[in-house]
């Protein structure tokens, strides 16, 4: 922060139960990456030593791919690393500036609330039928949606806050 402005109590606990969320999803898809890697070890092994192909990889493959996509995506949100282009932003003044992060956190977080929304409906059509060969719940493909919706919204939620009460750290913002 460029001011030694003091921080409420309130908006220290919202930013450290944020930053928890964003370091479980962190090491949930750091994870799931190794997971991918690993399996995918073993379907080279399986396929190309053992000639018997495990079948079950790419199903479950499949899942930490939306898993990580997702949980990331919403963590990027987070740590302000997702795609953004900031050319125009930075180019404007200060006041349009704002308009300009406020109007991106409000579209994040409408797409955040979108993800979850749909998702939560999709997650719960496909829940009764299994994926073939995992015999796990159909719905478990789009769980990962709704969860990373979820992020999204209250990441956004939380960047809108600091926003609003003058204590927004990013630097395109507030420069």
């Known amino acids: 922060?460029?001011?030694?402005?003091?921080?409420p109590p309130m908006v220290q606990r919202m930013t450290a139960?944020?930053?928890?969320?964003a370091f479980v999803c962190r090491i949930l898809t750091g994870v799931s990456l190794v997971v991918l890697t690993v399996i995918f070890g073993w379907l080279v092994f399986g396929r190309y030593v053992l000639n018997a192909t495990p079948t079950w990889v790419e199903q479950v493959?499949?899942?930490?791919?939306?898993?990580?996509?997702?949980?990331?995506?919403?963590v990027g949100v987070h740590e302000h690393t997702h795609l953004s282009?900031?050319?125009?932003?930075?180019?404007?003044?200060?006041?349009?500036r704002t308009i300009f992060v406020v109007i991106t956190d409000l579209a994040?977080?409408?797409?955040?609330a979108l993800m979850l929304w749909y998702?939560?409906?999709?997650?719960?059509?496909?829940?009764?039928?299994?994926?073939?060969?995992i015999q796990v719940p159909e719905g478990l493909r789009s769980l990962p949606l709704t969860v990373g919706g979820a992020l999204i919204l209250l990441f956004s939620i939380g960047h809108l806050i600091r926003l609003y009460l003058g204590l927004d750290e990013r630097r395109d913002s507030i420069e």
Do not use: E, H, N, Y
Not at 119 to 133: M, N, R, V
């Open 61 to 74: 493959a499949l899942l930490l791919v939306m898993l990580i996509a997702f949980l990331g995506a919403a």
């Open 85 to 96: 282009v900031t050319m125009l932003r930075t180019s404007v003044p200060m006041r349009v």
């Open 108 to 112: 994040m977080g409408g797409f955040g």
């Open 17 to 21: 139960v944020l930053d928890g969320i």
């Open 1 to 7: 922060m460029s001011d030694a402005r003091p921080v």
């Open 119 to 133: 998702g939560a409906q999709l997650t719960l059509f496909k829940w009764g039928s299994l994926i073939p060969l």
